[in-house]
């Protein structure tokens, strides 16, 4: 059973910092077709992705919300996918959501969700 667990989630003023952690277990995450997704959702608002890495070769992306700020990186002996996110701002309040999927295309294709943890960034 492929299960993702987010952990890291927490409040934190503006400008501050939190990393997410994304543990995966139930498949084989160095598998060279997985790709690992950030995603989130404000309140009132759409889930959107946010960033991605491509195991086969490492790639990366990030939505324009999130550029410059955010950085996604992978430990694959610890099968976790970290999100460090800097100078957060009262924008990136949510839910912060892992997913992955082995046949992806941007934030398309992701068929294994975790549960998600919350951010609060206040002024």
């Known amino acids: 059973e492929v299960q993702l667990v987010e952990s890291g989630g927490g409040s934190v003023q503006a400008g501050g910092s939190l990393r997410l952690s994304c543990a995966a277990s139930g498949f084989t995450f160095d598998a060279n077709d997985y790709a690992i997704g950030w995603f989130r959702q404000a309140p009132g608002k759409e889930r959107e992705g946010i960033s991605r890495?491509?195991?086969?070769?490492?790639?990366?992306y990030y939505s324009d919300s999130v550029k410059g700020r955010f950085t996604i990186s992978s430990d694959n002996a610890k099968n976790t996918v970290y999100l460090q996110m800097d100078n957060l701002n009262t924008e990136d309040t949510g839910v912060y959501f892992c997913?992955?999927?082995?046949?992806?295309?941007?934030?398309?294709?992701?068929?294994?969700w975790g549960q998600g943890t919350q951010i609060t960034v206040s002024s």
């Open positions: 890495i491509s195991r086969s070769n490492g790639q990366t």
């Open positions: 997913a992955a999927g082995r046949f992806t295309w941007r934030w398309t294709g992701f068929d294994y």
